[in-house]
């Protein structure tokens, strides 16, 4: 049988954690919740030092647990401890019988579930038509079958013109004609507002 810690063992204990070297203690069979002949290593004393005052870190774990002499001993027992035989898995469930579902002889066979039908939607033709005037106004038109929808909206001609380029070239270099007469159209415009600004404003101070 193990010999219990001592009072000079534990004063021992002690001087070795003091000075950085913790000496390896084993449990015996009086120590709760281990294995006898597990070994340890002293990690702290509780003051005062009474009943479960060693604290201890059992090998291969980081639990520290509390311990009184009678549980530890320096005596190293001679063959380690068995670990415990692991227990057998359970025997896997047996598979429940198949069930077969027959159907007597001139009996007349379940009718078939319904399935639902979606009703798609049937494609329809679109126009769509950009209508430009000779001042440069442009308007948009769109017919859905024979349905219209939009009735020649005014469109921004900036944004005419950001469409004609994804179109194709025939398409995009007539809009860029009509663009640019109504440009021209509108410097031309903003030439004669100067001008009759300035006969304006010369009148003006004619007048005094």
């Known amino acids: ?3 219990a810690l001592t009072a000079e ?3 021992g204990l002690r001087a070795a954690l003091a000075a950085g070297k913790p000496t390896p203690v084993w449990f015996t069979g009086a120590a709760v919740g281990v294995d006898p002949g597990a070994a340890g290593k002293v990690v702290a004393f509780d003051d005062p030092p009474d009943g479960d005052f060693i604290q201890v870190r059992p090998a291969g774990s980081r639990d520290v647990l509390s311990f ?3 549980e530890l001993t320096q005596d190293k027992p001679a063959t380690p401890p068995r670990k415990a035989a692991p227990r ?3 025997a896997p469930a047996a598979p429940a019988p198949a069930v077969v579902v027959g159907i007597e ?3 007349e066979p379940p009718p078939p579930a ?3 039908t979606r009703k798609t939607a049937q494609p329809v033709e679109i126009t769509v038509t950009l209508h430009a005037t000779p001042e440069g106004d442009w308007s948009v038109d769109v017919l859905v079958g024979k349905r219209r929808t939009v009735k020649w909206a005014p469109v921004p001609a900036g944004d005419v013109g950001k469409l004609s380029r994804f179109l194709p070239a025939e398409v995009g270099e007539a809009v860029n004609v009509a663009l640019l007469a ?3 159209r509108a ?3 903003v030439l004669e507002l100067k001008e009759q600004l300035e006969t304006a404003q010369r009148a003006l101070r004619d007048l005094g």
Request: hydrophobic share 35%.
């Open 1 to 3: 049988m193990a010999k």
């Open 9 to 11: 063992d534990i004063e």
């Open 68 to 70: 009184s002499p009678g």
């Open 88 to 90: 057998p898995a359970p």
């Open 105 to 107: 002889a001139g009996a």
């Open 114 to 116: 319904k399935r639902a």
């Open 182 to 184: 109504a440009k021209e």
């Open 187 to 189: 410097e031309q415009r």
